[in-house]
DNA sequence: CTGTTAGCGCCTTCAG
DNA sequence: CTGAAGGCGCTAACAG
């Protein structure tokens, strides 16, 4: 049964007719009789044979393999994988396969990547760029003719796709929602300073802080981790300075998870001693009983979208890049209740 | 530049020599001069070369595609993200490239990925297969001579490999370390009891409940979908018999996390009002600052460690299943306290 | 509608 | 150490 695979040859000889007529066969070509393609597709199935694709494709002038690659910087993150799901949907149904990997913020890692990726004829790539990524790092690709979409995070003079959410508008209004409940010092916690995400929340902010005719405050912008640690660790520090904040917007919802943690730690209910606003919605905000008010994104969609991008160009043969700005939303939860609080973070009435 | 794929021939040309010279090159050969080595690679890269692994890989008898299957259940789930993890290094470092597929508990789907990897020529499989996967499901794999390992949940009558966690070892010892602390009536709460992973841990909550001196009542077994949603349930209706639970040992942490909101509606803290042991420590488990006490499962080095087995049995050429129990650990958090309760839950001084 | 003839890009003899 | 053939499994033209 092991016997070497099951050919096309093989096929047709059982079934008595050429192995052109079982390519066409196999094509789903209307050009054959339909008694034919009966005899060969049960042939097909009783010998056990599988097409390959390998085959088929180094024939085929072009490079289209039906197999996309996928690059993610932290599959651990909930938000990526939830990505990694949406893109699959897509590709899964488009009769595409995912060669997906992890990078772990490497850009060594998402070099080598890439590279085994292209060996293997992707027709295209969907990326979660790692830290760092640099434009360069897209060249090969692009000059290879092959579409390529960022998402996520985008790389900067990079002539590629890209479906990103709308950060800026995200934190804008958190703080906006936080100041219309009476918070006056609302700080901006977690994240990279270095990375472009960080530049357009960051501009979110301060852009909701001066709309609201309140006085930016460099303290009250506190990096660290885009983590839960992150987030414990930044909310201490942004409560240690003089003139302490009241609320804060979150860089994600993993920081946000941190932030609510630093806070039990010093005695203060989140939501009630302290208001906090998460960002991204990972799966623990999804399927919880509602703690955080969050500005959602949802991952999923954002995948399938890039999935139907990249999709898009393939087919197109060649389209130049499209950038996509992934529309986020307020979700304010009842229980996080939006408590007034003076100076000093302790509830008022 | 983007006119044609550059080949061997191409490079040959150019570099002056023949193909087979650049093949020798390609493979690492000892038998190539180190100065036409280091021509042609040269030469490799300023055409911008990249190897082409379907035309090696269909030249080369066999099927070593350098590619392997993962098929997930739900990537959505941390656990199963993390386990995915840890297959991508192993299979990174390998030389190798992982598909990686989601099924969402569809056995449909995973029939379709399969297939699907398997045109791709994939040399072995990793999966954690969708509830209700049967050993005929994997027949044509194993009788095509593809390594097959499952993970986390084990296939009965399937010839494979398999890595499962010690799920009889781990409830076990979540009950006698409740019991230990004066609990007396511990829940065993969510997950399906059509799944082979159910019964493993039940039997060992039944085990360790007569090792205990303890009786065995049915209804503090409540089974609930093992998600944060079905914990709440599972606890609520865990309540509402008459003799009340003073503690659970839950199915995995997600239904831990969904126990504790469904005690804190119910004016309950857990860890000091109700014993809550979790399973499986998803990612929130980890970053957090300690909530539960656990028994922990390490998916990360599930992965790996199947990844292991996969490549070993890959390389063997053929090498008959083999199964891993990967043991776990109960992991005591300081901070969830360990208290004793009176028949109603409540806690004792 | 079906059979024949060439290769796709690469790797493996087998001689030079 | 290098060059010349042949073929992996499949599809793309053409003939019949």
Redesign the interface.
């Known amino acids: 049964?092991?016997k070497g695979?099951v050919t096309v040859i093989d096929i047709a000889k059982a079934a008595g007719v050429s192995k052109s007529t079982v390519s066409l066969v196999l094509q789903g070509s209307s050009l054959v009789n339909d008694g034919t393609r009966a005899k060969v597709t049960a042939v097909m199935r009783e010998l056990?044979y599988?097409?390959?694709?390998?085959?088929a494709?180094?024939r085929q002038a072009g490079?289209k393999?039906k197999?996309i690659g996928?690059v993610v910087n932290d599959?651990?993150?909930?938000f990526f994988?939830?990505l990694?799901?949406g893109v699959?949907?897509v590709v899964?149904s488009a009769?595409f396969?995912?060669?997906?990997?992890?990078t772990s913020e490497s850009l060594d890692?998402q070099r080598?990547?890439i590279?085994?990726?292209?060996?293997?004829?992707i027709s295209g790539l969907i990326m979660s760029p790692a830290r760092g990524t640099d434009a360069e790092d897209l060249k090969?690709l692009v000059?290879?003719?092959i579409p390529v979409v960022v998402a996520v995070r985008s790389v900067a003079g990079a002539k590629v796709s890209s479906v990103v959410s709308d950060n800026r508008e995200g934190i804008f209004a958190g703080v906006r929602h936080l100041a219309s409940l009476g918070h006056r010092r609302t700080a901006f916690l977690g994240g990279f300073r270095d990375t472009g995400v960080f530049d357009d929340r960051l501009e979110g902010y301060r852009a909701a802080v001066a709309s609201c005719g309140l006085e930016f405050d460099e303290d009250l912008v506190v990096d660290a981790p885009p983590?839960?640690?992150g987030g414990?660790d930044a909310v201490s520090r942004a409560l240690s300075i003089a003139e302490k904040p009241t609320a804060a917007v979150c860089f994600n919802d993993?920081v946000a998870?941190?932030v609510c943690?630093g806070l039990?730690?010093r005695q203060l209910e989140p939501g009630r001693d302290f208001a906090v606003v998460g960002f991204d919605d990972v799966?623990?905000a999804k399927?919880?009983?509602p703690a955080l008010t969050t500005i959602s994104v949802d991952p999923q969609g954002m995948g399938r979208r890039a999935a139907q991008l990249l999709l898009k160009q393939i087919n197109a043969g060649k389209a130049e890049a499209e950038s996509i700005i992934s529309s986020v939303r307020l979700v304010v939860r009842e229980s996080c209740g939006a408590p007034f609080h003076d100076s000093l973070g302790r509830r008022q009435a």
């Open positions: 049964m092991t695979r056990g599988v097409y390959n694709r390998g085959a494709n180094l490079s393999s197999i996928v599959l651990t993150n909930g994988a939830e990694a799901v699959d949907v899964q009769g396969v995912q060669f997906l990997s992890n890692r080598e990547v590279a085994s990726m292209r060996e293997h004829g090969p000059s290879a003719g983590s839960r640690a414990a993993a998870f941190g943690d039990r730690a799966i623990e399927t919880a009983v």
